[in-house]
């Protein structure tokens, strides 16, 4: 390789938080029923979390998969839907909407 | 939290941070530097289970307890010093080994169920790490500079050429007219370059890496660029990295007439080459 090559693009710089941040949230092994948090959007995050509550078996008992769901979550528009279905799962499973916070997988 | 709950966390309210999974016959990393970890009172340790081991280190479940994370998450210099640490210890580990990366803020509350897991999702993990063995994961983005690239293309493409010296010559409304065709008109080219450029780059980067795919572009206020980002890429990639660079270099320095510039990121733990999630086997 020339040393034009390799002069040719640009590398070595620290790296961009904002690269970290996308892998290191985003990206990597996530293990189902453990404590796990998609931080770019905090508002979804507590979405998330009490979802974990339920416990990842409870919720994948009840037909749902948030955790393959980071691009629907992160995209935007299913705010209120997710909501939505939150609270009618929560019913549905007798759980309390309000954060009494415990899991059940010990 | 509820009493039920209270049997499972551990009585001196540590849990175990997991950054990764390495395979247990490698060679030991060192991980001993003090201040390394996520929670810099404790050190980075490896917890061996079988074939696996699991890159831990032990956390406060005050700090990182789900009670309190949507409270750290919402400070932003705590999550990026915690971010920091997450990916400064993996890379420390990926100087020596391969290693399976874990999302951010994989906690278990005891070594109990640290260890379950890993016995538990052997197969799953193992195939995981057989996977990204021996290779690391390369970040590569394209920037167009716009005014570079309009001096380009003016020489080429007599459209821009003819708008370029109207809106010169023309004085007032005229020219405020002609600037915008020309803007528009530079906007579809660069368009269309970032359709073709991306093709291209991301085809010939691909054949000479195990893997790749491409990631969202980011907006310039994320990218902290000015020029446009017209691609974005990752690439899972022998550790010795020659070849690709060599393909890399060889696309900087052909699209680089095109006020096109070529950026290398990583060497990274294989986030992007791993499950997105790790059903139960």
Known sequence: MSSRDLESYRSGQPAQLADVLERVLDKGIVIAGDIQINLLDIELLTVKIRLLIASADKARELGIDWWEGDAFLSRGNGHSELEERLRKLEEKAGLPTSPERGRSDT | ?281
Not at chain 2, 108 to 129: N, P, T, V
């Open chain 2, 1 to 281: 939290m509820s009493s039920a709950d209270g049997a499972a966390i551990c009585t001196n309210g540590l849990g175990w941070y997991l950054y990764g999974v390495v395979g247990a016959g490698d060679k030991s990393p060192r991980l001993d530097a003090k201040g390394l970890a996520v929670d810099p009172g404790h050190d980075v340790e490896l917890v061996v289970e079988g074939p696996l081991a699991g890159v831990t280190s032990r956390v406060s479940l005050e700090e990182f307890g789900e009670e309190m994370l949507p409270d750290r998450l919402g400070d932003a210099a705590w999550l990026e010093e915690k971010i920091s640490a997450h990916e400064r210890v993996l890379e420390r580990v990926l100087h020596e080994l391969s290693i399976v990366p874990c999302r951010f803020c994989t906690v278990y509350r005891s070594e109990r169920e640290l260890r379950r897991f890993l016995a538990e999702r052997k197969d799953a993990l193992q195939a995981a790490l057989d996977r990204v063995h021996g290779q690391v994961e390369l970040g590569v983005k394209a920037f167009v500079d716009r005014k570079r690239f309009a001096a380009g293309e003016a020489s080429r493409n007599e459209k821009i050429r003819d708008l370029q010296e109207r809106a010169g010559s023309a004085e007032g409304g005229t020219a405020y007219l002609e600037r915008r065709r020309l803007e528009q008109l530079v906007s579809s080219e660069v368009e269309r370059l970032r359709s073709t450029a991306s093709r291209d780059i991301h085809s010939r980067l691909l054949a000479r890496a195990d893997d790749g795919l491409t990631l969202a572009l980011q907006a310039p206020e994320v990218s902290g660029r000015d020029n446009q980002m017209i691609f974005h890429g990752a690439y899972l990639v022998d550790v010795s990295e020659a070849e690709f660079k060599a393909t890399l270099g060889s696309l900087a320095v052909e699209y680089r007439d095109l006020g096109v510039e070529l950026e290398l990121t990583g060497p990274w733990p294989p986030y992007n080459f791993v499950p997105t999630e790790l059903r139960a086997s």
